[in-house]
């Protein structure tokens, strides 16, 4: 099978493979967001699980239990679950990411108990002090690994799956990198089934579907050029095709993100040397998510440089000519955020489109008019 | 030269015909709906035979509005926010701000210096800041939609509307009503309520004159007093609010004809089929 | 044009001392005013973030924002700010007391002054803003927004507590050792603010005062298990100022042990709220309904009194170990065990330390019926009241109940659908009691 077929595969048949490593006989361990470190877990021998949600299915048995007002991508996750869909897990962990994360932690462990349970508190505030709680926390969840497992972690385990994750974050990279060609060979929507697809898998065999991917993209004859707008976009939880797809159809090349489901979660490497549980805790907690405050630099115009100040090179290194935010509505931290953002990047001169939206494709299509607008704007 | 705009909205259909002195030739305007389907191609063949045309006379043709993608025979999509700006442009050259109040959304639009849009903002997805809020108020006091804005003139003073939830605002109305509010005021108040709600949004883009209201809404006077006096300065309004969005349509259409565009495709004369 | 009608939208209190308050909340404002004016430094902050006392002690006159949020929508002069928080960008659907601060703060920036007629002679321009993550995402988050408006120093810190499943010996030492690195940094950041440093017994003395307060508050929660019922929460939602307004400081203690007084005497000559009590309700958890507390006064129209709630608590007492030599260690020790306080029984039964707790006040208040309040901006104090009466379900038949609307944005409330649903639960009520 051809690597774009397997993606595609694995992005429709999301959890096919996990559930069938896990009625293989191996442990599945299902976690929310970026903060919970895969290497740890795979040292373990467990299978990492990234939990997603589904934007094409209405949520109805979660609203029994979960106010509708908490994040929608929560609450789909949340009435997945209650279906039945993540009883393949063998354990669930949520990292303390925000108010919902945290709540819902609690409401699904008490509805639908895993053999193991864990919630990671993730420090809001970046700093020295912040570093030295997370390792800490780290520590505590590896000892409770341990007591589940009975078995002692194994730092050389530890180390080869830091090796294995660094692999994948440059060839995620590199594949990022492919888009910054005008006009890119390798669509938004592509991308976003790559990442969706490498979300329930082994990171070695994502890998290879990576590898073949860049493979494949790199013998794609370069397209002429069209002149269409190239788009950087900003937010949460984009784990489907259906917003980057209109978006592209509307006339325009994704080229270039700042989501949860996308660089956030790969972009920066693991520190190889030194102690490796102290390294995790750094990188992992340097992710970018306006869950996280970093502490205040200068003065205003300095400060949004010190915040968004990678998001410039995104910009310039993929040559953006527009940017979109995708917020999940009720992100509280996201909706404070985005106006910040905006001050930046509309300063560098770049028109910005700002949507906040209920997760949901059955309502995307009301966006289009939007999105239309915007690119008919800018070019 | 004859350009042809068809904005095809929630409840109605617009056409305008117009050449390249940016003068309208023709217009008209029929229902849309489900059960309209078949009318779309019917207000273009109208608007052609009011202007003595043949469709196949057309130089370019631009469809815009809720139902533009499927539009067969138009060369060009183009959404209504873009083509309200052409539009008013037209219309109104010191234009800065555009309020659209349609059926069933509700726009801000801000343009630059030469008439570009800069920025616009939409409405959320709710009713409320759009006709159907009004629409479905009225239905509750049993009023006529088109009379409400000439009763919300004649109100003296007005009665608090604070939800903007259409359910929620039913709810008040009633409560209202029971405490014994006059239908005016009250009515007034729904006024102000929405002019508050799509005011504020617009604020967004930073308001300076001039500000001219379009749409089903401009036929409001008691809107259009109302946003008046959110904004605080005199607004204007076209003599067709209906079909600003259809000329802007064609003269989108001539623009791109005047930069050497021509329609790529022969142009399928068939039903509009957007609401499969 | 004129708006027609205001409808009366305070509550009527029940006890004289809680009158009071009223001028305590002027003071805070007065007070900032009054503090700029002298060249004293004036801190937007945020309640309950276990800071309260650093900011006493080193003379820092707390202005808080999201009080000013709920004085504003008492006094139902909300929508100006909110409507230009949210033509500034802001969604709607964050949280209202965010939207308020930087709806004001945007607002007088625009102005060059204070909004004509701002509640309260509104807030004056703060010299830095104090963040934390202690309670919700918005409270370390807003004051970086309002960057935008104010450019003023701005610090945050880390308010953390284990979640209730950890096992607390094995995390204690390192939640202690990191509550007390966020408090050192605020110290840091504070002397390098003031130009002064921290007095340790200074901040010893304001230590003492808010523990002291704190006790008399607990004690006066104490006495609202007496039938019939001295004390409503409407009460509760006035008499909290001083606690969490003035922690640290002598008006506290003293408003406190006035308020102890008066409870007391109703208490011992069975004086209740209102003439004839039937019904005993909890007020589970969400953010009160600022915009409408006359709701209180409704439920009472049919006999049911609030007699005690979950939101807006003093902290139960604890003991802080007698090792601990420093103030700051306290600060964090105690932090520490007041968030840790329902732990262990949480884990030996329903494992949700607020269930604990209203299962405790359902028994000791004697408790006929629970009402909760969704608030549609709160994050923090919603997520979870369905899955918490559910869980209360499992140990408790009384009827239970969820409003919906928002803390300050009346915008979501709905007062025809509110007296459908009381009439609904009241019918409950009665059923319950005859049967």
Redesign the interface.
């Known amino acids: 099978m051809t690597a774009p077929n397997s993606i595609e595969e694995l992005y429709r048949e999301r959890g096919s493979r996990a559930r069938a490593l896990h009625d293989a006989g191996e442990k599945v361990i299902g976690y929310f967001c970026c903060f919970v470190p895969d290497e740890i877990l795979t040292a373990f021998g467990f299978v990492p699980f990234r939990i997603q949600g589904s934007q094409s299915e209405p949520i109805d048995e979660a609203d029994a239990l979960l106010e509708p007002m908490a994040c929608p991508f929560a609450r789909s996750c949340f009435n997945l679950a209650l279906k039945g869909r993540y009883d393949f897990l063998d354990g669930f962990v949520a990292p303390h990411s925000c108010d919902t994360i945290e709540r819902m932690y609690h409401i699904w462990h008490s509805n639908k108990p895993s053999p193991f349970n864990h919630l990671i508190n993730v420090p809001h505030m970046l700093g020295p002090s912040s570093d030295s709680f997370f390792r800490k926390e780290l520590e505590y969840f590896i000892s409770r690994l341990e007591e589940f497992t009975g078995k002692k972690l194994d730092p050389g385990r530890l180390q080869d799956a830091i090796r294995i994750y660094n692999r994948r974050r440059f060839l995620l990279r590199e594949l990022y990198g492919l888009r910054r060609e005008s006009p890119p060979r390798v669509s938004g929507t592509e991308i976003t089934k790559v990442l969706v697809a490498g979300m329930g898998i082994p990171a070695a065999e994502h890998i290879e579907l990576i590898e073949a991917m860049i493979g494949e993209v790199k013998k794609r004859p370069a397209p002429a050029p069209d002149g269409l707008p190239r788009i950087f976009l900003w937010g949460n939880e984009i784990d489907d095709v259906a917003f980057v797809s209109l978006v592209e159809e509307c006339g325009a090349h994704v080229v270039m993100d700042d989501l949860c489901t996308g660089s956030r979660f790969f972009w920066q490497d693991v520190s190889e040397t030194g102690d490796p549980v102290e390294a995790l805790a750094k990188r992992y907690l340097c992710t970018h998510c306006p869950r996280s405050l970093k502490p205040q630099a200068g003065d205003r115009k300095e400060d949004l440089e010190n915040r968004f100040g990678y998001i410039r090179e995104f910009i310039r290194e993929w040559k953006a000519d527009g940017a979109i935010f995708y917020i999940v509505r009720y992100c509280d931290t996201c909706e404070l955020e985005g106006p910040d953002l905006k001050e930046y990047l509309t300063d560098l001169k770049l028109p910005v489109l700002m949507i906040e939206d209920d997760y949901s494709t059955s309502t995307i299509g009301q966006l289009r008019t939007r999105i239309q607008a915007f690119l008919e704007m800018i070019l | 030269m004859p350009f042809a705009g068809m904005d095809i909205g929630s409840t109605m259909t617009k056409v305008v015909i117009a050449d390249e002195q940016e003068k309208i030739l023709a217009s008209h305007i029929g229902p849309t709906g489900a059960e309209h389907r078949h009318l779309a191609l019917k207000v273009m063949d109208e608007t052609v035979k009011k202007a003595a045309l043949s469709f196949d006379a057309l130089d370019f043709v631009v469809a815009t509005g809720?139902g533009r993608?499927n539009v067969p025979f138009a060369d060009r999509?183009?959404?209504?926010?873009?083509c309200h700006a052409r539009g008013i442009r037209s219309l109104f050259p010191s234009a800065r701000i555009i309020i659209d109040i349609g059926g069933q959304d509700s726009k801000g639009i801000k343009l630059d210096e030469t008439g570009?849009?800069?920025?616009?903002v939409?409405n959320?997805?709710c009713a409320a800041g759009t006709g159907r809020f009004l629409e479905v108020i009225s239905e509750t006091l049993g009023i006529n939609l088109t009379d409400m804005g000439d009763l919300a003139l004649s109100a003296d003073?007005?009665?608090?509307i604070?939800?903007?939830?259409t359910v929620?605002a039913e709810?008040?109305v009633?409560?209202r009503l029971a405490e014994g509010?006059g239908v005016a005021?009250i009515v007034?108040?729904l006024h102000?309520a929405i002019a508050?709600r799509v005011v504020?949004?617009t604020?967004?883009l930073g308001i300076e004159k001039d500000v001219v209201v379009t749409g089903g809404g401009a036929k409001n006077q008691g809107l259009v007093r109302a946003i008046a006096?959110k904004i605080g300065f005199a607004v204007l309004t076209p003599p067709e609010p209906f079909i600003t969005g259809a000329l802007g349509a064609a003269l989108v259409g001539m623009d791109f004809y005047s930069r050497g565009v021509r329609p790529a495709k022969e142009r399928k004369k068939e039903e509009v089929t957007f609401f499969s | 044009m004129e708006q027609a009608q205001q409808a009366k939208t305070t509550a009527v209190k029940g006890t004289d001392t809680a009158r009071e308050v009223r001028a305590l909340v002027k003071n805070i404002y007065r007070s900032a005013h009054e503090a700029k004016a002298e060249g004293k430094k004036v801190a937007y902050m945020m309640v309950a973030s276990q800071y309260d006392e650093i900011l006493r002690a080193m003379d820092i006159v707390p202005l808080p924002t999201e009080n000013y949020a709920g004085l504003c929508a008492a006094k139902r002069d909300m929508d100006r700010f909110l409507l230009k928080a949210e033509a500034d960008g802001y969604s709607q659907v964050l949280c209202s007391y965010a939207r308020i601060g930087l709806g004001f703060d945007s607002l007088r920036k625009e102005l060059g002054h204070i909004p004509e007629g701002s509640p309260d002679g509104g807030m004056p321009v703060p010299d830095m803003m104090l963040g934390s993550s202690a309670v919700c995402d918005p409270r370390f988050k807003w004051y970086q927004a309002t960057s935008r408006y104010l450019e003023v120093p701005t610090y945050g810190i880390d308010v953390v507590a284990p979640p209730p499943q950890d096992d607390l010996n094995a995390v204690r030492d390192y939640y202690i050792q990191y509550q007390r690195d966020q408090l050192k940094g605020l110290i840091g950041f504070l002397e390098a603010q003031t130009g002064r440093k921290m007095d340790p017994d200074r901040l010893w003395e304001c230590i003492r005062l808010g523990d002291k307060a704190w006790q008399l508050w607990y004690d006066i929660d104490r006495l609202r298990v007496a039938i019939p019922c001295p004390m409503p929460s409407q009460d509760h939602f006035s008499i909290m100022v001083a606690g969490h307004y003035y922690t640290g400081t002598q008006i506290a203690v003293d408003f406190y042990q006035k308020l102890y007084d008066e409870v007391k005497y109703k208490v011992d000559h069975k004086i209740g709220v209102i003439p004839d009590e039937k019904y005993r309700i909890l007020y589970g958890g969400g953010l009160p309904p600022w915009h409408t507390l006359w709701i209180f006064n409704y439920f009472e129209s049919f006999g049911a009194v609030f007699v005690i709630e979950n939101v807006y608590r003093g902290y139960d007492p604890v003991e802080v170990p007698s090792f601990v030599k420093d103030p700051v260690d306290f600060l964090a020790w105690r932090a520490f065990l007041r968030f840790t306080r329902y732990h262990e029984k949480a884990r030996s039964r329903s494992g949700n330390p607020i269930v604990e707790k209203l299962l405790d006040m359902i028994a000791d208040y004697r408790i006929d019926g629970v009402v909760f309040h969704a608030c549609r901006s709160c994050r923090a104090t919603t997520i979870g009241q369905t899955h918490i009466k559910s869980e209360l379900g499992k140990y408790s038949d009384l009827p239970m109940m969820q409003l919906v609307s928002d803390m300050v944005d009346l915008r979501d409330y709905s007062e025809a659908q509110w007296k459908a649903q009381i009439g609904a639960f009241m019918e409950a009520l009665e059923g319950r009691s005859r049967g």
């Not at chain 2, 999509?77 to 873009?82: H, K, M, R, Y």
């Not at chain 2, 570009?116 to 616009?120: G, Q, R, S």
């Not at chain 2, 003073?157 to 608090?160: D, P």
């Open positions: 809720y993608i999509q183009i959404t209504e926010i873009t570009k849009v800069a920025n616009f939409m959320d997805k003073g007005f009665v608090q604070s939800n903007m939830c929620f709810h008040e009633t409560s509010a005021e007034a108040g102000e508050s504020n949004m604020r967004h006096g």
